[in-house]
């Protein structure tokens, strides 16, 4: 049946669990993929279990046929069909892995969103189906958070607009200004050049931050995510990968 390679999958979670080489692990974490494909893979338990259920109906009509065929010749087989066994063992598997989801003393799912209109929108909808389907959510992680407000970067710019007027004015009232005079003005356009890319930089910052408060303001709108308590990840200078990376990041955010 369609989706019976993520059931597969699935499946390993139990043998993770019980396996004696993850007993010294206190969490064992499980990256999901993106909406559609969680809410697919937390429903695909009970879909296969209806899948198999039919499945090995038919196989066993169709064996219970071809006995009877060879009964006609005097051919009994008296082994258990491995096809059907295995299917019954995958369903079990399936039923462990649909309880596991679903135990709140043991399973905690964490839903990370990035602060977008859309990012926050789809943790809504993640949240409404995953309560429907009674898997314990008590957290949100919002990641990639801009920190760079750009306060009192214009009052600076002005200040240095200024002071490098009156400066100007000075060196030209000096009996000998012109050499002094040419490598001022040498020094002003580059320090205009560097202004001006200051200035894109800041007014970049400054529009993506108010641009995610409006969407994290969504995250107080919602009833549903309103209720999950909030742990807040700032965009950093670098990327996140490998394990003094991530130990750099959980000091920044974990609090417990």
Request: hydrophobic share 45%.
């Amino acid at each position: 049946p369609p989706g019976l390679d993520e059931a597969i999958a699935i499946a390993k979670v139990v043998q993770f669990i019980k396996d004696e080489k993850y007993a010294k692990f206190t969490r064992i974490v499980f990256d999901t993929a993106p909406t559609g494909h969680t809410l697919r893979l937390l429903s695909l338990p009970d879909f296969l279990d209806a899948s198999i259920g039919k499945i090995v109906r038919l196989r066993q009509k169709l064996t219970g046929m071809g006995d009877a065929v060879k009964g006609l010749f005097g051919v009994g087989d008296e082994s258990p069909d491995e096809a059907v066994q295995k299917l019954e063992a995958l369903k079990a598997q399936l039923t462990e892995v649909k309880d596991l989801f679903r135990n709140e003393k043991t399973t905690e799912f964490v839903i990370v969103t990035i602060p977008t209109v859309l990012g926050i929108s789809e943790s809504g909808r993640l949240l409404r189906e995953l309560r429907k389907e009674s898997v314990p959510v008590s957290r949100v992680v919002i990641n990639q958070i801009v920190q760079v407000s750009g306060e009192g970067f214009k009052e600076r710019v002005a200040d240095l607009k200024a002071k490098e007027a009156a400066l100007t004015e000075a060196i030209e009232g000096l009996n000998d200004a012109g050499v002094a005079t040419e490598a001022l003005e040498e020094m002003l356009a580059a320090q205009r050049d560097v202004t001006k890319d200051a200035q894109a930089a800041v007014t970049f910052c400054t529009v993506k931050a108010k641009d995610q408060r409006r969407a994290m303001e969504m995250l107080d709108e919602d009833a549903g995510l309103r209720t999950l308590q909030r742990i807040e990840a700032p965009l950093f200078d670098m990327e996140i990968r490998g394990v003094p990376a991530l130990q750099f990041m959980g000091g920044q955010v974990w609090t417990e």
